[in-house]
């Protein structure tokens, strides 16, 4: 990966598989199909996950971005 | 979906029931029936739900954006 | 109702009893008479709830937007 | 009381007594002689209050509007 | 003291001993010989004061303003 | 090093291994290969550490410049 | 010292060890090379303190203004 600029790395996920840890402890793996400028995402075929294991799964939803801790490529 | 931007998954939301995490650890059910820039939403019907059970029904509410996490579509 | 925006509900809920749930577990209940764009609210007549038992009388009180979670129309 | 914006709560309790809870659940009492549009307040015999008893005396404070839960007038 | 805005007692507690609470419960009392729009704060002979006895000695600091939660002038 | 200006730290570390403390009490390690006016970096090779110890392989990641306490250039 | 504004002790602590409070309840002590307005630091030679006892070796620093709670001058 050649990025440039962070927001390149959320680009570069468009439709592809991410891990997101977010505030609260909360670690989250979905394809985000949409961003914003404020990181706020849309993530499609959610599951929550604890330790590696789904939790929980969660489908579509609609992040907001300053609950975000880090954005991370999935690679299985 | 065809979500270009994150807000279209609120506008898609509309009149509709949704998931709703906010700070705090509390989750909410309830149909979305109006939104603003700021992610401040109006709930109807709405239901605090703990391990997926009614835990409490408290009816319709304003629900300050910066409370939110995410919120998703409720999928029964 | 047919709430357009957010502040609607708050316009809607002028001169009526109100839940707020703030920042920190507390829950409030009491007349709404006044709001501002920051939802700065101020109350007459609040009680302090605890498991929808009134814990306590506060009587009239300006209450900071920023520590608002939601807000909620009271139906007895 | 007619409050017409949150703000004349404020000004109507110039020189009077009104109970303050900040956050960290600190409660005061203190007659409030100045406020700005950041609801930083001036604050005078300031009493720190522990289940309604006067748990520290503080004298003059200058207390940062970041830090307020609300303002209620004191009914003594 | 005729304060009429709240920084009229940064302003009267120049080269004066103050007593402030910091968030994190933290307690300080030094003498304040500068301060900000933000509230930042210069404080010489610093002390960190634990149920009013001193706990550590600090010297000069530059305290933040945000961290800030009352500044008290200190009468011994 | 001769830095004049804070963001100079960062364009020194670029392509290069850095720690990183995140609130929340978690540390990073990785290569920073992009950053922005936000603190938002870009971190490839990711490695979560506890106590010095690789706990975690993350790869890369998008991390939120609001998140971050410190960056430290890494020395082995 | 002459203090006029808070952002001179900055200036006058460059290039002279600081002992910096930063929100998590964390101490350092390093030498200042650099700061800019948001408070963001560059520290050398950074020790992470407890109870007055180096814990930990960190190095350069580049350290984000908004998690510190003050900055103190050094004194042996």
Redesign the interface.
């Known amino acids: 990966?050649e990025?440039?600029?962070?927001?390149?790395?959320?680009n570069g996920s468009l439709n592809k598989d991410v891990?997101i840890k977010?505030?609260?402890?909360?670690e989250l793996r979905g394809r985000m199909?949409?961003?914003?400028v404020h990181?706020?995402?849309?993530l499609?075929n959610?599951e929550q996950l604890e330790n590696g294991e789904v939790k929980r799964k969660?489908?579509?939803?609609?992040?907001?971005?300053?609950?975000?801790?880090?954005?991370?490529?999935y690679?299985p």
């Not at 199909?33 to 914003?36: C, E, F, H, N, R």
């Not at 990181?39 to 849309?42: A, E, Q």
């Not at 939803?61 to 490529?73: C, E």
């Open positions: 990966m990025a440039k600029r962070p927001f390149d790395v959320l891990i977010i505030k609260g402890g909360i199909v949409a961003y914003d990181m706020n995402l849309v499609e959610t969660l489908g579509t939803m609609l992040l907001r971005g300053d609950s975000v801790i880090f954005i991370s490529p690679i």
